[in-house]
Each structure stands twice: as structure tokens, then as C-alpha cells.
């Protein structure tokens, strides 16, 4: 089962006041509209229109919260790059982005989104210096890979990987694809890890059920589990 499977709308906030109190962990999405964001978001909780929630009328400008469960949160902040007035980008970052991003305790780290066919825009590399200096690691998707070849996609991931040594680090890149679902177990290893969730138990060996069988063939059940771990190419721990 998919990591972030469980994920579902949770509220969206306009105010910090408002912030989830019971918010453990929490990741936070961010990239240029159109990036790619909520098919990301999507993809990784293997649901097709769970993040254009963030796309209705009244939620596009603040933050959509996702739990996952056991106090662990998706955050999809609002997508940058269009065209707004200076005076409604700066309220929006001051009175909430800013602040969200660098004081939040929860937060453990921060998605980036970048088209893998532009990445690095003016508004990703402002926001990867400023996120940087928080000291909480960024992971970066970059997008659409499905529309770059194999040695476009090498390129892509050499260049930004240069890019971002000189920036911070504590940042991560792989390529991803929602069209392809590409790159999703290498994003579930890195949210999981910042997020304290595990793959789920029955996706890994069962440890000593082979000295186990031996001792009780008739435990059918233990059987079928063996039979369906050994199909899945995993090799039961040797004692
Ligand atoms: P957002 O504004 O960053 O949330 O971006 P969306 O997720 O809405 O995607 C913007 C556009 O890019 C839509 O037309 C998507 O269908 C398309 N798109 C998103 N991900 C992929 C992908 O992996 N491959 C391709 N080919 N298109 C994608």
C-alpha cells in the first residue's frame, strides 16, 4: 500500500492562528502554478483529485492541510508565479508564508516542485535561498519527466544538482513523472524518513519465519505470507 495512502483533506488556513495544534510532523509543498504540484500531491497519496481541493475558489491563496494520520501532515502552500499585485504577494507572504516557513516547529522540510524542463526559475531559486537558511532540508521533484528524454533527463538533474551545492546542503533532487508514476518510491523513502512514517510492516520480511515454519508447518497462514514475500523477491532474514 502506498505510504500516503490514508492522506485526506484536513482544513485550510488563512491565519496562523489557525495552524493545526495537534500537528507532530507536517511537510510542506511548494512550486510555480503549474508545476506540477497537486498531480504530485496526488500521486504520492495514489488519489486522483485529492489536492485540487487546493485549487477550489477561497483556497487557492492559503495553506491546505492533508493529514495522514497519527498527527502527520501534507501542507500545500500556494503556488507562485502568476501575476498578482505587489502589494497582495507581499501581505500574503508576510502575514502568512514567511512566518509559516520559518517559525513553524512541525515542519520538518520542504518539498519543491520545479518543471524539469525549467527548473530554476527566479521564484524557486528566492525561495530555495530563504528556506535554506532555516537549516530544514528541501527535497526536490522535478516534474513532468515523461517529457524529457533519458539524456535530457541526466541534464536536467546534473545542472540543478550544481545549482543547488552552492545553495544549500541539506537538498535533495530526483526526477519524478505523476504521468508515468515515476520516482514515488524514491519520494515516499524521503517524506517517510522526515515524517517518522515506515513502510507499512507487511511490505517488509517477516523476520525468522523461516526457523518458525520449520518448527510448526501447519500454521497455513504463516505459509501463504512466506509464499507471498518470496514472490515479491524478498528473502526471509537468515538466523
Ligand atoms: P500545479 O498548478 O503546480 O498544482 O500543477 P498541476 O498538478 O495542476 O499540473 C499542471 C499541468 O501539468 C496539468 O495540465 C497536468 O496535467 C500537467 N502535469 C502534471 N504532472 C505531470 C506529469 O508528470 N507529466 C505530464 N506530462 N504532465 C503533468
Redesign the pocket.
Given at each position: 500500500m502506498p505510504l500516503f495512502q490514508k492522506a485526506v483533506f484536513h482544513t485550510t488556513v488563512a491565519n496562523l492562528r489557525d495552524l493545526p495544534a495537534d500537528s507532530q510532523r507536517e511537510v510542506a509543498f511548494a512550486?510555480?502554478?503549474?508545476?506540477?504540484?497537486?498531480?504530485?500531491i496526488n500521486t504520492l497519496a495514489n488519489h486522483t483529485r485529492l489536492?485540487f481541493v487546493s485549487?477550489t475558489p477561497g483556497r487557492t491563496q492559503h495553506l491546505n492541510y492533508f493529514t495522514l494520520g497519527e498527527g502527520k501532515y501534507f501542507v500545500d502552500l500556494p503556488?507562485y508565479g502568476f501575476a498578482k499585485a505587489p502589494e497582495e504577494i507581499r501581505s500574503q507572504w508576510e502575514g502568512l508564508l514567511a512566518p509559516y516557513l520559518r517559525f513553524r516547529p512541525p515542519l520538518v522540510g520542504l518539498v519543491l516542485?520545479m518543471d524539469s524542463r525549467h527548473p530554476l526559475t527566479e521564484l524557486d531559486l528566492q525561495m530555495l535561498d530563504w528556506f535554506a537558511q532555516t537549516g530544514k532540508p528541501i527535497h526536490i521533484l522535478l516534474?513532468?519527466?515523461?517529457?524529457l528524454t533519458r539524456q535530457e533527463q541526466a541534464l536536467a538533474l546534473r545542472e540543478v544538482q550544481e545549482a543547488l551545492a552552492r545553495i544549500s546542503d541539506n537538498c535533495s533532487l530526483q526526477l519524478?513523472?505523476?504521468?508515468?508514476k515515476t520516482g514515488v518510491a524514491e519520494a515516499e523513502a524521503v517524506l517517510g524518513g522526515w515524517l517518522g512514517l515506515e513502510p507499512k510492516a507487511e511490505a517488509l520480511p517477516p523476520v525468522g519465519l523461516r526457523t518458525e515454519k520449520a518448527a510448526r508447518p501447519k500454521n497455513r497462514k504463516a505459509i501463504g505470507w512466506s509464499a507471498r514475500t518470496a514472490k515479491a523477491g524478498e528473502k526471509p532474514a537468515e538466523k
Open positions: 512550486g510555480r502554478s503549474n508545476a506540477g504540484k497537486s498531480s504530485a489536492a485549487k503556488g516542485i516534474s513532468k519527466a515523461d517529457k519524478f513523472s505523476s504521468l508515468k
